[in-house]
């Protein structure tokens, strides 16, 4: 058992927590980088008093649930992982024990946070809430192990299940358009679940500009942190030119042109934030404000996505770029620095990254 | 003629192929090698996929300083293709033609050759290996290219696709257009009568007549 468990525990854990240290770095950062202990215990304090609005905390462990249960199952359906399907060979108990185990590894966050509710609401002698956190929580980790063990003995289709996905399959599909149509594809809970956190993010600094009133760096902000929690795709995006788009290094296709792909393909992704950006704000501010602020998430993906054309650049180096970058332009955007001139610096630093390497290509 | 000149892959700090200075003349050339010999990665290489130290040129034509001008003559078919799986076989060879220049018809007449006509309206992500193949050599054979690299052209194909495939390198062969090609298992080269042989061993390329 010990085997098939460390082979598990590499296969699943440490492949999910690998594949979205992005997104574990962004909620940390926003979760205790503007939340501080005190303000937690604030505020599951204010929870345990009124445990109704557990329910907010109960949709978002469901979007994590729902986030791990996608990786598995994207996890099984690759034709490498095909081995998966031999725990059926497993006694069921073990087997239900085992899947229990590992999907209790992969709810470590929110069996954490949920212990921390726990703790908070019985000092505060709110029993309830204390029966409803642990509950809340034993049922999702009860459901998902019951839906990954069944899944994981399945046998599984790895072809493209066409029918089921039509509607995408209609838009068009010119190169800038692939990724999108991958992530549609192949990743829409990573594509649902980065863009959720985006437009929270976003949204949330509109909210806080409009209440404000005046402070218009704090839209910049907003979009400062939503190309941060979008960089994921910039991961995602350079391994899917290594797999699918390999082929494409073979043509002829200039630099220039290239490099003008790649961008539209983030202005394609970047559309759900653009519309909200524009929607909201289009008849109070002007529309050049809008529109340099616009440039720096844009901009900021195309620096990220060139990075990985620099040799020795893995995933880890990969996310502490994008912690500092993010973390050094909120202080110069709190500075008061024109946001333009960022813009045209990463720009620059793209273009000039992407010249010097984009035909070289990576291993 | 394609030409390597000092050349070195590596991954990470592992040294996979060395090859001081080697031509491969006009002709069909035959890479033999054992699974992990460094075959694939030799291909990729040559075909611009993947970075290498040293140089690679097409007669003048460097691949790192003229990259558009060398892939419009060196054309690749991989060893185990991988495709966009929405996208359907006619997406890919329009695409493919189009920026490969290849002249009007020719798409259709590849197609037709290697019977990827009759699926080539599906999505690639419901294709079988040997359809992922068929439609992978076709668009390797598009455009008017000197160089056309095959790796493994043959695996995972029937019979009849075998001889096909054969068939197209011996005529195109004809016309001027030079093939490298890799196997690891014994073929029959009277199929396609490969004029230089090479077996890649040692982390070298080794000319076996």
Same mark, same amino acid.
């Given at each position: ?5 460390? #082979? ?9 927590? /690998? ?29 345990? @008093? ?6 907010? %905390?109960? #949709? ?14 994207? %996890? ?11 725990? @059926?060979?497993?006694? *069921? ?19 954490? !946070? ?57 838009? *068009? /599909? ?62 995602? !995006? ?9 082929? !494409? ?106 010249? /010097? ?7 | ?35 992990? +010999? ?8 040559? &075909? ?71 699926? $080539?309206?599906? $999505?690639?992500?419901?294709?079988? +290996? ?43 062969? $004809? ?18 009568? &490969? ?8 982390? +070298? ?5």
């Amino acid at each position: 058992m010990k085997a098939v468990r460390k #082979v598990l525990v590499r296969a699943l854990v440490k492949e999910f927590y /690998k594949a979205n240290t992005g997104f574990f770095l962004v909620v940390l950062g926003l979760g205790f980088g503007f939340l501080k202990t005190a303000q937690h215990v604030d505020l599951t304090s204010f929870l345990a @008093v009124k445990p109704f609005y557990y329910l907010v %905390v109960l #949709v978002l462990w469901l979007l994590y649930t729902a986030k791990t249960l996608s990786f598995v199952f994207m %996890v099984k359906r690759l034709p490498n992982n095909s081995w998966l399907s031999y725990l @059926v060979l497993l006694n *069921p108990l073990k087997r239900l024990l085992l899947v229990l185990h590992i999907q209790a590894l992969l709810f470590l966050p929110i069996l954490g !946070y949920g212990f921390f509710m726990t703790a908070i609401a019985i000092q505060l002698n709110q029993w309830t809430s204390a029966v409803l956190v642990i509950a809340g929580n034993l049922i999702l980790l009860f459901g998902a192990t019951n839906m990954v063990e069944s899944k994981l003995i399945s046998p599984v289709d790895t072809k493209l299940q066409i029918g089921f996905k039509n509607f995408t399959n209609r838009l *068009p /599909k010119p190169f800038p358009m692939l990724f999108v149509h991958h992530l549609l594809n192949r990743q829409s809970i990573l594509l649902l679940g980065t863009k959720t956190a985006s437009l929270i993010v976003l949204v949330g600094s509109i909210w806080i500009f409009e209440m404000e009133g005046t402070d218009l760096r704090l839209l910049n902000l907003g979009l400062l942190l939503s190309a941060a929690v979008n960089a994921a795709f910039c991961f995602h !995006y350079h391994q899917y030119q290594q797999s699918e788009l390999l082929i !494409y290094r073979n043509l002829p296709i200039a630099n220039n042109l290239q490099f003008v792909w790649y961008g539209l393909s983030y202005l394609i992704l970047m559309l759900p934030e653009l519309m909200v950006f524009f929607g909201n704000l289009g008849l109070d501010i002007s529309t050049l404000f809008l529109l340099k602020s616009a440039l720096l998430p844009l901009t900021l993906l195309l620096f990220y996505h060139c990075l990985f054309y620099l040799k020795g650049i893995d995933m880890e180096n990969f996310i502490k770029v994008v912690f500092f970058a993010t973390a050094i332009l909120f202080f110069v955007i709190l500075g008061r620095i024109e946001v333009i001139f960022i813009s045209g610096l990463f720009l620059l630093l793209s273009y000039f990254i992407f010249q /010097k390497r984009g035909q070289e290509s990576t291993d | 003629m394609l030409s390597l000149h000092n050349f070195q892959k590596s991954f990470v700090k592992q040294l996979i192929l060395e090859i001081p200075k080697l031509t491969f003349e006009r002709g069909i050339h035959w890479i033999k090698g054992r699974n992990g +010999s460094g075959k694939s990665t030799l291909f990729n290489c040559l &075909a611009g996929l993947s970075p290498y130290q040293g140089e690679i040129s097409l007669g003048e034509i460097d691949l790192r300083k003229s990259p558009q001008v060398y892939k419009l003559k060196v054309n690749y078919s991989q060893s185990e293709p991988l495709f966009p799986e929405f996208l359907s076989g006619n997406d890919l060879i329009k695409f493919f033609a189009k920026l490969k220049k290849a002249p009007t018809g020719q798409a259709e007449l590849l197609t037709q050759q290697l019977s990827v006509d009759v699926y $080539a309206d599906q $999505a690639c992500g419901t294709y079988s +290996s040997g359809m992922t193949k068929k439609l992978s050599i076709v668009m390797a054979f598009l455009g008017e290219p000197e160089w056309i690299i095959l790796d493994e052209p043959l695996i995972t194909l029937d019979v009849e696709a075998q001889q096909l495939v054969s068939k197209m390198i011996v005529e195109s062969q $004809a016309k001027g257009v030079s093939f490298l090609f890799s196997t690891h298992q014994d073929f029959d080269n009277s199929l396609i009568k &490969a004029s230089h042989t090479y077996k890649v061993e040692n982390r +070298s390329l080794i000319p076996e007549s």
